[in-house]
């Protein structure tokens, strides 16, 4: 399924991709995008733009009506099912809403993503201790998802995506819901990342945010891309 | 993944779910006390059948005047007799006395003896179904000196019927406590799913295999259905104990009631789990617009 290394430069391919939703509302229409390996690119959109259908179709949680989905190398509409946990091992995702399970503490929220993935059992402590330093959050490992603000929640979110060593991070409106201060240190966490070698997409409506970190953008408008600058 | 990862994440979701992890157990135990119960009476009633057919005597009652000896030969040589055996007027009373026991003293009122000579014949063992023990009863009333032929197969029909018909009731009772304890245990498991569907849809996210995110639930109605299995035959066998006092005879079928307690349990609690997961599992695949921003 996937390609050898030799052909795949890209990390993300689309070609023609468009996404009907209830058979009639496009939600995405003839999208071409092309990102390198290593990029760092902020996907910009008013509300209902098509900027999470385009993430949810590269983690293939959802496939399109028609064109190509390529994602390291991974053809996503020939895909089977079965083998959807292998591409999903390798990215990471990041939502507005967190999504950290509320009955474990910070330590057990990233362990769980390192058990579930079958990862040893030995490397488990050093990979979250690791990530944990990474994002300043050691002094929060045993607090519970309501103890911490919504950045440290936030920051927890992405650890766990980052534990898992992703070679692509897909963040969905990640200052969406947390005070701009908090908003600039995880755009700082998130460059970091990208410093460090994985391709960062980050989808926005903060369209000055996006500017100010001098990155490409591709504005989505009514699920067309409108515009796409470096 | 590991299996202890797996089992510590399936007790995880039964301790938290332990109050209706219990009660599913226990509707499960119930149902399958009742499948025990009606196994217990069917296996007896089996019993009670095969033993009535093996025990079968026939009475050939005869004349007075005909010869003992030559009556006992000539049904002795009938297909299917074991032995022939003949027993005089006064044998008979005797025998009366013996059965009535204290009413005894009522048999002394009687003037005359009126009972009459018999015949009694054992058959074969395996000779004892409808059809030969009539043909029987046939061929011994063609015999000269043979008056009447009192067989029992009325006896035997009575409880050959009875027997097929519990069997047909626990048939019915089967499929019933089989589709309820599916049902609890489908139950369970969804609303086990629905209360862990955060958890499910981040496992998904992240890259765990189907396996992983299904198997502790079938972990979990495996254990809902063992438990419930296990409660159903401990149960069953104090029952037994409690009817021993008044059927003492009465047998405890322990294997048939341990497979069906524990096998159907198990059994349906993995069924139900899949079908739980075949219904709640594909829910995060199935979102569409409702996630859109």
């Known amino acids: 399924m996937a390609e050898t290394a030799a052909e795949s ?35 910009l959109g008013a509300t209902g733009a098509g900027k999470t259908t385009l993430l949810r179709l590269l983690y293939r949680q959802d496939l399109p009506e028609s064109g190509k989905v390529k994602v390291l190398g991974y053809d996503l509409r020939k895909m089977p099912a079965s083998e959807v946990p292998h591409l999903r091992k390798r990215i990471g995702i990041i ?34 201790q690791d990530t944990l330093n990474r994002l300043g959050l050691v002094h929060k490992k045993d607090s519970y998802p309501h103890q911490l603000s919504g950045g440290e929640q ?52 903060d369209a000055d945010l996006a500017e100010r970190t001098r990155r490409r953008r591709v504005t989505l408008d009514a699920g067309r891309i409108v515009r796409d600058e470096t | 993944m590991k299996l202890s990862y797996l089992l510590q994440e399936a007790f995880r979701s039964i301790n938290r779910n332990r109050g209706s992890f219990i009660l599913a157990a226990t509707v499960q135990a119930i149902c399958l006390v009742l499948l025990s119960v009606f196994i217990i009476l069917t296996w007896n009633l089996m019993r009670l059948s095969e033993t009535a057919s093996r025990r079968i005597e026939l ?20 297909d299917g007799v074991a032995q022939a055996r003949y027993v005089s007027k006064d044998e ?81 009772i089967l499929v019933i406590v089989f589709c309820a304890v599916l049902f609890i ?47 159903a035959f401990v149960i069953a066998v104090v029952f037994h104990r409690l009817t021993t006092v008044v059927i003492p005879a009465s047998a405890l079928p322990i294997g048939p009631v341990l497979l ?26 199935a979102e569409t617009a409702g996630d859109e921003e």
């Open chain 1, 154 to 205: 936030q920051k927890t979110s992405i650890a766990r995506a980052l534990v898992k060593e992703p070679e692509i991070l897909l963040a969905d409106e990640p200052t969406g819901n947390i005070d701009p201060r908090a908003a600039a240190d995880i755009l700082n966490i998130l460059k970091d990342i990208n410093y460090q070698g994985a391709t960062v997409l980050m989808a926005t409506h």
């Open chain 2, 59 to 78: 009475y050939a009652f005869v004349s007075e005047q005909a010869d003992p000896a030559q009556l006992v030969d000539r049904i002795g040589s009938l």
């Open chain 1, 95 to 128: 939502f507005q809403d967190f999504r950290l399970l509320a009955e474990r503490t910070v330590y057990e929220n990233l362990e769980f993503v390192l058990r579930v993935i079958g990862t040893n059992r030995k490397e488990i402590p050093g990979r979250i």
């Open chain 1, 9 to 43: 430069i890209n990390a993300v391919e689309l070609v023609g991709v468009s996404r009907l939703y209830q058979h009639s509302w496009p939600a995405l229409t003839d999208v071409n995008l092309t990102i390198e390996k290593g990029d760092f690119i902020f996907i």
């Open chain 2, 260 to 285: 069906a307690d524990l096998g159907l349990g198990v059994l349906s609690g993995i069924v139900g789990a899949l079908i739980a997961l075949n219904r709640i599992h594909r829910v995060p695949q």
């Open chain 2, 92 to 172: 008979a009373l005797v025998e009366l006395r013996a059965d009535l026991g204290p009413d005894s003293s009522l048999v002394n009122a009687l003037e005359d003896n009126p009972l009459p000579p018999s015949v009694r014949i054992a058959v074969r063992a395996g000779f004892a179904s409808l059809s030969e023990l009539a043909a029987l009863e046939q061929k011994a009333l063609l015999i000269p000196g043979v008056t009447e032929v009192w067989s029992g197969k009325e006896m035997v029909e009575r409880l050959g019927r009875i027997t097929r018909t519990v069997m047909f009731l626990d048939i019915g």
């Open chain 2, 185 to 231: 245990a489908f139950q369970t498991v969804e609303s086990s799913i629905a209360s862990r569907h955060h958890e499910i849809q981040i496992m998904e996210l992240v890259g765990a295999t189907g396996t992983t995110v299904r198997l502790p639930f079938v972990i979990e109605g495996t254990a809902q259905g063992f438990l419930g299995g296990a409660s």
